[in-house]
C-alpha cells in the first residue's frame, strides 16, 4: 500500500498571546476606583452617624444600628425612598425628600473617580489607553456593586430603602456622574453618533448644536434659573428672620443635648437647597404643598399645618390666610428672572434680526422652564403615607410657571436690547456721506491695518541682500491714521491711465496704459544709481524714477539692487494684458507680473491677498 501525502501552503499560525484575552489592568484600576467612590461616601456617612452615637446620652441601639442607618443615608443621598417602620400609627411611612446637598457627595466622587479611570496610561510602551466606554462601564460596574452590598445591608437596619426605588436611583446617579466626569475628562468633546441613530437626524442635531441661537438659550435660560434660585434664597432668609422666635423656640425645643443639636442643625443645612427651590417655587406663584388639603402660595396660604413635624425650616412658613403686600412682593423674584433671560438671550452683532433675537429669547424661557421643573422634581416627595403624602413643590406647576413668565418677560426685553444695541450713531449718515475716508472709527481701522502690514513689508520677500526697508507713513508728512499725500493728480499718466479707485490692486483694465498694483513693490535697480533723479509732480511731492518706473516715497540706498517700496504704486503696461501672466510663489498665491516686474502683495488682512485701493476724495 502506497500512501501519498499531498502538502500545501501551509497556514499562519496564531501566537497564544493573540488567543487569549490579556486582561486589563487598567480597566481592573478603574473598577477598583468606582467600588472606592462608593466606599468613600460610605465611609464618610457612618463616621459621622457613629460619632453622634456615641455623643448622644441616649442611643437606643448599638453600633450596627448607626452602620445600618449610614447606609440607608447613603441611599437616601442618591434619591432612594426609605421606608420608616416604627411610626405611632403603625402603618410604614416612606421617606422620600432626597437632601439636594447630600445629592452633591456621591455625584463628585463617582465623577472624581472617573476623571481619575481617563487619565491613565500615555500610551507609551506596556501603559495602555482605556477608550472612553470602558472606563465609564469600568467605573459604573464598580461603584454598582458596592450599591447593591449597600442595599442589602441596610434592609436589616431601622429605615431600610425600597428596593425598586433604589434599583433604579442608584444606577441613575451613577451612569450621570461617570459619563460626566468621562466627558470631561477628554476635553468635552461632541462625539460621533451611535451607529442606529439616522445620518439626516445626527447631522440635524450637528447643525443645531452649531448655531450660536441654542448656545445663548442655554446661556440665558441657566440665568434665568440662577436668579430664580436667588430670590428663594432671599424669601427663605427673610421669613426665617420674620419667624425668629418660632424659629430659635423649634430648635431649642427638639433636643436638649448639644450631640442632638448638631444633628438638627447639620439636616437643616442639607435641606438648604430644597428651601431655595421651594422659594423659588414660592415665587413664581405656584407654591408647595404642605400635605394633603395645604398649600402654601402669595395669595395666602390653605388647609391647616397641624400635621407638619416640629422643624426649624417648617416654622418659617406663612401662617394660614389670605396673603399681604409683603407675600405679594414675592412675586418681583419671577420679574427680574424673566428680564435676566431677555438680557442674556441678545447676541452683539449687528447683522442679527429682531426675529431671530425674539426666537432666542422664547427659547431660553423654556430652557429655564426645564431646569426649574428638574430641580423640583428632586427636591419634593412623600414625608407619610396619609397627611404627608404630598410634600413640596408639583414639578410641571413650576416649570409652567417660569416658562409664562420668562416668555412674556424676555422677549419684549430681548428685542428692546437688541434695538438699543444696533442703533445708528447720531450724526453717522451726515459724516459718511460728507467724506468717507474719515467715516467713524474707519481711519482707527485703516491705521491698524496698516501697522500689521507694516511688519512683512520690512523683510523683503526676495530675500536679497541689497533690499531696502520703506518709508514709514510718519516720514511722508501724514498723521496716524491719514492717507498722506496722492499717489497723482488725475491725468498725470497720460492718456489712458487708471485713477486708484478704479482699479483693483493688481488688476489692469482693457486698453489702460497704467495699472494700481498694492504695496509693498520690489523693483530691479540695474544700474544702482546713487542720486536717483526725481521729477516734480504736481502737489509739491518727489517721485523716483528707477528703470522708467515712477515710485512713489521710495529711498534709494547706494549700492541696493532692489528697492522695496510701499504702495499702491502705478506701473505702466506696455500692451496693456487683460489676463497678466501669474508667476507662483512660496505659500501658494499667485503674484501679478506687470511689465516683468513682479508684484509682491502684502496681505492686509490674515488671510486675504488683497484690498481695495482707498484714496482721498475731495470734499465738496
Excluded at 7 to 15: A, C, E, I, M, Q
Excluded at 58 to 84: C, F, K, M
Excluded at 192 to 213: C, Q, S, T, Y
Excluded at 515 to 528: F, H, K, N, T, Y
Amino acid at each position: 500500500m502506497t500512501q501519498v501525502t499531498e502538502r500545501g501552503t501551509s497556514l499562519p499560525t496564531v501566537p497564544p498571546a493573540a488567543v487569549r484575552r490579556r486582561r486589563s489592568p487598567a480597566a481592573a484600576a478603574c473598577v477598583f476606583g468606582g467600588a472606592v467612590a462608593a466606599g468613600l461616601g460610605l465611609g464618610f456617612l457612618a463616621v459621622l452617624v457613629i460619632v453622634l452615637w456615641i455623643s448622644s446620652p441616649y442611643p437606643d441601639s448599638g453600633p450596627g444600628g448607626a452602620l445600618h442607618l449610614a447606609a440607608g443615608l447613603w441611599l437616601l443621598a442618591h434619591g432612594t425612598e426609605l421606608v420608616r417602620y416604627e411610626t405611632l400609627s403603625g402603618v410604614p411611612s416612606p421617606v422620600g425628600v432626597t437632601p439636594l446637598l447630600l445629592v452633591a457627595l456621591p455625584v463628585l466622587l463617582v465623577r472624581r473617580a472617573a476623571r481619575l479611570g481617563s487619565a491613565q496610561g500615555d500610551g507609551q510602551g506596556d501603559d495602555e489607553v482605556l477608550p472612553a466606554g470602558v472606563v465609564f462601564s469600568a467605573v459604573t460596574c464598580g461603584y454598582l456593586g458596592v450599591g447593591a452590598l449597600a442595599t442589602v445591608y441596610a434592609s436589616g437596619g431601622p429605615m431600610p430603602a425600597d428596593p425598586l426605588s433604589a434599583a433604579w436611583h442608584v444606577p441613575l446617579v451613577a451612569v450621570l456622574a461617570a459619563a460626566g466626569g468621562v466627558w470631561a475628562a477628554r476635553g468635552r468633546p461632541l462625539g460621533e453618533f451611535p451607529g442606529w441613530v439616522p445620518a439626516r437626524l445626527a447631522g440635524g442635531v450637528r447643525r443645531a448644536i452649531a448655531r450660536p441661537r441654542y448656545e445663548l438659550a442655554l446661556r440665558s435660560g441657566a440665568a434665568g434659573a440662577l436668579v430664580l434660585l436667588g430670590g428663594g434664597v432671599l424669601l427663605v432668609g427673610a421669613s426665617l428672620v420674620w419667624h425668629g422666635a418660632e424659629v430659635r423656640g423649634s430648635f431649642l425645643g427638639l433636643t436638649g443635648v448639644w450631640s442632638g443639636r448638631f444633628a438638627v442643625l447639620l439636616l437643616a443645612v442639607t435641606l438648604v437647597p430644597n428651601a431655595m427651590v421651594w422659594g423659588a417655587a414660592y415665587g413664581l406663584g405656584p407654591g408647595f404643598a404642605l400635605g394633603a388639603g395645604a398649600t402654601v402660595t402669595p395669595l395666602g396660604s390653605v388647609g391647616s399645618h397641624a400635621a407638619l413635624p416640629r422643624f426649624p425650616l417648617l416654622e418659617a412658613m406663612p401662617g394660614v390666610g389670605p396673603g399681604t403686600p409683603l407675600t405679594w412682593a414675592a412675586l418681583a423674584v419671577p420679574v427680574v428672572a424673566g428680564l435676566a433671560v431677555g438680557w442674556f438671550a441678545v447676541r452683539r452683532a449687528r447683522e442679527v434680526s429682531y426675529g431671530e433675537t425674539a426666537w432666542t429669547a422664547a427659547l431660553g424661557a423654556v430652557v429655564c422652564g426645564v431646569l426649574m421643573a428638574g430641580l423640583t422634581a428632586v427636591s419634593a416627595g412623600p414625608l407619610g403615607s396619609r397627611e404627608l403624602v404630598r410634600f413640596g413643590p408639583v414639578w410641571w406647576q413650576v416649570g409652567g410657571a417660569a416658562v409664562v413668565w420668562a416668555a412674556v418677560l424676555a422677549v419684549p426685553v430681548a428685542v428692546a436690547v437688541h434695538g438699543w444695541r444696533v442703533r445708528p450713531v447720531r450724526g453717522a449718515r451726515a459724516v459718511h456721506v460728507a467724506d468717507e475716508w474719515h467715516d467713524s472709527g474707519v481711519r482707527e481701522l485703516r491705521w491698524a491695518v496698516l501697522k500689521e502690514a507694516a511688519v512683512p513689508m520690512v523683510a523683503s520677500p526676495t530675500g536679497g541682500a541689497g533690499a531696502v526697508e520703506p518709508v514709514a507713513a510718519e516720514s511722508l508728512g501724514a498723521e496716524p491714521g491719514e492717507a498722506g499725500p496722492p499717489l497723482a493728480e488725475p491725468g498725470v499718466g497720460g492718456p489712458g491711465a487708471v485713477e486708484p479707485d478704479a482699479v483693483e490692486p493688481g488688476a489692469v483694465a482693457d486698453g489702460a496704459s497704467q495699472a494700481v498694483v498694492p504695496g509693498p513693490v520690489v523693483l530691479p535697480i540695474p544700474d544702482a544709481p546713487s542720486e536717483p533723479p526725481v521729477a516734480a509732480v504736481p502737489g509739491g511731492s518727489g517721485v523716483s524714477v528707477v528703470s522708467g518706473v515712477p515710485v512713489v516715497a521710495a529711498e534709494l540706498v547706494p549700492g541696493a539692487s532692489q528697492a522695496v517700496v510701499p504702495g499702491p504704486v502705478v506701473l505702466p503696461v506696455p500692451d496693456a494684458p487683460s489676463e497678466p501672466p501669474v508667476a507662483a510663489v512660496p505659500g501658494g498665491s499667485g503674484v501679478p507680473v506687470v511689465s516683468g516686474v513682479p508684484v509682491v502683495a502684502a496681505e492686509l488682512v490674515p488671510g486675504v491677498s488683497g484690498a481695495r485701493v482707498l484714496s482721498r476724495r475731495p470734499t465738496a
